[in-house]
């Protein structure tokens, strides 16, 4: 599970839906858009809710890893969102380990 922390609040979710709401944010985000989607959270009783957000252009948002919990999966949420980033065309993606063995990175673009 993962903890995504947006705006002034935080959700909490399986790390499937986590990861694919970051890609689709930085694919709106490439393409100066904005989009409302209803995100399927787990609740602090435990219980499966709805979580609404907007994510556009200047969406900032930090997903960590919760140790420790039960993994919640929704296949049919991430299945059309990772069509949705697909759509968009999009070649957004996540840095798997530090840069400093990075042969390619250019420091001006940072």
Known sequence: MKRIHYASGSLVTGDAIADVILRYAAALAEHRTAAELAVPAVG????????????????????????????FVDEEFVDSFEKKVAALGTKAGFVTKGTEESDDLDLDYL
């Open 44 to 71: 602090e009783d435990g219980a499966v809710t709805e979580v609404l957000l907007v994510l556009g252009p200047a969406s900032q948002m930090l997903a960590e890893h919760l140790p420790g919990t039960d993994e």
